[in-house]
Structure formats: structure tokens, C-alpha cells
């Protein structure tokens, strides 16, 4: 399996604009994550989802964040308008719905740079 | 989910076995204990975990106490390859609480 994977892999914007990361979960996963990680504050849990559904979106900053799953291979989580303080690295990850099986298991990333 | 308590970092020759402690003393009975790294610029990478046996796979062994408060990662033969943050992390592993909530882990370096 190619494991999880993440578009853009490096993304540069302006301040204003909208960013959209995008998200290929490991086929049969039923369980996908969005993180993001700054030096600040480490590695934080933004939303996740099971079967498309989102379950958990505490950690969503605010409303200029937001996340989709139209379907079981892809998620975006899109950003608008962009700001400087949006930069950081933003995991996606996913996991199986098995008992014995559920770990989880991260994407590359997707280096965002808001200047 | 049960907080851990891990050395901000350590250092290991490059051969010897790298051992990273980690203390959840609040843990709960059906808790796992698990154990990510993060090599710079990249994803986390799961390793290995365990519930209250003693695990082994290819990459590292994790040894839990018997009361369970507390574990131990073990890299056999250290690499330079190995220099990352590692993350221990407790989970409960049931439907509405499936995410993993990092620390600030142990960052480990490798000495050549």
C-alpha cells in the first residue's frame, strides 16, 4: 500500500487567499485524522472522521477552518482567508475500524507557508 | 486519556541500545500504551504498543511494569537513523475516543 497520501506537499500563499490540503487515506481505513504541528504547540488533533463522518472537530482553530470527506479516499481541509499564523505542517492520518487493528498512520505532510 | 511524563532528551552512542522511559501512572486498565517517532520534517511513525505484555516487533521491544505506571522503549542497536523525537502515548482504543494526543515527547540523538 502507498500509505497515506497528501497534496501539496509545500504550499506558499498569500495572506487572504484559500488553501485547500488534500487527503488519500490507506484504502479500507475507516478513520481519518487531521493534525497540525508548530513549534509553538507541538502536535495538535484538529478533526477526524469515521465513514465520512466528522466525530470530533474540537480542535478546529476557528471558522476559517474547515474540513471535508465527500467519500472514503479523500479529505480536504481547506483554509479561508489564509493567515500568516496558519503556518505550520498539517498531517493527515489514517486507521482501520478492527479490534485488533487500529493504528494509526500518518501522511508526509503539507508544509503551509502563509506570508 | 492518561498523561505521560517522558525526558525532555537523552543521548545514545550509535550501536548501543537505546532505552526511553515513560511514566503514565494515571493509566487506566483498558489503556494502551503507544509509541510513535517523529524524524525531523516528516510524519509520525508508529513503532510499537502494548496493553500490559511486553511487545517486540522488528523495530524496537516495549517493556511495561507490572503495575503498568510505567514503560520502557527499547531500540536494540541504535543507528544514527534513529535520532528523532519519540512519543509515548496512552490511548483507549474505543469508538468516540480513537486519537492519538501527543506530548512534547524525548527527543533522542544518536552519538556517532
Known amino acids: 500500500d502507498a500509505g497515506v497520501i497528501q497534496s501539496p506537499r509545500h504550499e506558499v500563499t498569500e495572506m487572504g487567499q484559500e488553501v485547500t490540503l488534500r487527503c488519500k487515506p490507506i484504502?479500507?481505513?475507516?478513520?481519518l485524522f487531521w493534525y497540525r504541528q508548530t513549534m509553538m504547540r507541538g502536535l495538535e488533533l484538529l478533526i477526524y472522521f469515521n465513514n465520512n463522518v466528522p466525530i470530533d472537530d474540537s480542535g478546529m482553530p476557528e471558522d476559517r477552518f474547515s474540513a471535508k470527506m465527500p467519500n472514503a479516499s479523500f479529505s480536504t481541509l481547506k483554509i479561508q482567508p489564509s493567515e500568516p499564523r496558519d503556518s505550520a505542517v498539517y498531517f493527515c492520518?489514517?486507521?482501520?475500524?478492527?479490534?485488533?487493528?487500529?493504528?494509526?498512520?500518518f501522511g508526509e505532510g503539507s508544509w503551509l507557508t502563509v506570508v | 486519556d492518561a498523561k505521560t511524563t517522558q525526558p525532555p532528551s537523552m543521548d545514545c552512542a550509535e550501536g548501543r541500545a537505546a532505552n526511553l522511559p515513560c511514566n503514565h501512572s494515571t493509566i487506566s486498565g483498558n489503556e494502551y500504551v503507544y509509541w510513535y517517532r517523529q524524524i525531523h520534517s516528516q510524519g509520525p511513525q508508529y513503532i510499537i504498543h502494548?496493553?500490559?505484555n511486553n511487545e517486540t516487533n522488528e523495530m524496537a521491544s516495549l517493556i511495561i511494569t507490572e503495575d503498568r505506571k510505567s514503560s520502557t522503549l527499547i531500540l536494540p542497536h541504535a543507528t544514527l537513523r534513529d535520532t528523532a523525537v519519540y512519543y509515548c502515548?496512552?490511548?483507549?482504543?474505543?469508538?468516540?475516543?480513537?486519537?492519538?494526543?501527543f506530548g512534547t515527547g524525548t527527543r533522542l540523538t544518536i552519538i556517532p
Open positions: 502494548g496493553l500490559k
Open positions: 502515548i496512552v490511548r483507549v482504543r474505543s469508538f468516540g475516543n480513537e486519537k492519538l494526543t
Open positions: 492520518a489514517s486507521s482501520g475500524d478492527r479490534a485488533m487493528e487500529n493504528t494509526i498512520y
Open positions: 484504502s479500507g481505513h475507516d478513520y
